[in-house]
């Protein structure tokens, strides 16, 4: 049923992960918000309120397509609160640098967060949340994804060199929702992202910045949601990277 919740795996401390859907058609896609929990409890909101649209208007998924929403990845650190105490799982695992791509144990902290201690985690996949989100888009053939984060440097393409399929998705974002792509580089190493491991999985994948750690963007994401339903992948002829 349209809007029903489905647990696809439980946090470190035993929480549900929650993935809600919408259509059921044979393209899916996903949304997933909150991978730095309550440090970025403003994905969780725009994600809730996404839900909460859909539920009211089912149509504006297309036939063609099954949509996934992940409201909240790291349950546990949204469930410790919205501050900087929030954004690791609870065995202090930055949630983001924890997947199999280019994941490094430790990396320069330079232009990067550093607001407080926190890791890769033991090994790549070591979380169970992490583990979780692996084993949902490759068993529901997730063929696009959005992971929302806050704030304000714009859209990243997926992908270390940049993948082509998901530099159009993201040039397709920017152009719906305003946000700027290229977004802004502060020099940070990343390593271990969702984007790069899908994007090494066959999944096209940005990475989506809403402008401000406190607002939900509204609007604008609703244009944007609209945009990544009827994105197609580039043919051979129009690839930027053929």
């Not at 647990?7 to 730095?36: C, D, K, M, W, Y």
């Not at 609870?90 to 320069?108: E, M, S, T, Y």
């Not at 939900?216 to 609703?222: G, H, I, S, V």
Request: hydrophobic content about 40%; overall charge negative.
């Amino acid at each position: 049923m349209d809007g029903a919740p489905r647990t696809i795996g439980e946090s470190r401390q035993g929480r549900p992960i929650l993935a809600v859907r919408f259509g059921n058609g044979t393209s899916a896609r996903a949304v997933v918000a909150g991978i730095h929990g309550g440090y970025e409890w403003n994905t969780v909101a725009l994600a809730e309120a996404l839900i909460e649209h859909l539920k009211d208007h089912p149509e504006q998924v297309p036939r063609q397509t099954t949509l996934w929403i992940v409201p909240a990845m790291n349950v546990d650190g949204y469930a410790r609160g919205h501050t900087r105490d929030g954004r690791a799982n609870a065995r202090g695992v930055d949630l983001n640098r924890n997947f199999p791509a280019l994941w490094q144990a430790d990396w320069p902290r330079a232009g990067c967060w550093d607001l407080g201690p926190i890791t890769a985690g033991e090994a790549p996949a070591s979380e169970p949340e992490t583990l979780a989100m692996m084993g949902f888009l490759l068993g529901e053939h997730v063929e696009a994804l959005i992971s929302y984060h806050s704030a304000a440097l714009g859209i990243y393409a997926g992908g270390q060199p940049v993948d082509p399929r998901s530099e159009h998705l993201a040039m397709a974002l920017s152009a719906a929702s305003g946000y700027r792509y290229p977004p802004r580089d502060l020099g940070c190493k990343y390593t271990g992202q969702l984007i790069d491991w899908a994007a090494a999985n066959g999944i096209t994948a940005v990475d989506v910045e809403l402008p401000t750690r406190h607002g939900r963007d509204f609007e604008e994401n609703l244009a944007l949601l609209r945009a990544f339903l009827e994105w197609s992948p580039p043919t051979a002829e129009s690839d930027p990277g053929s």
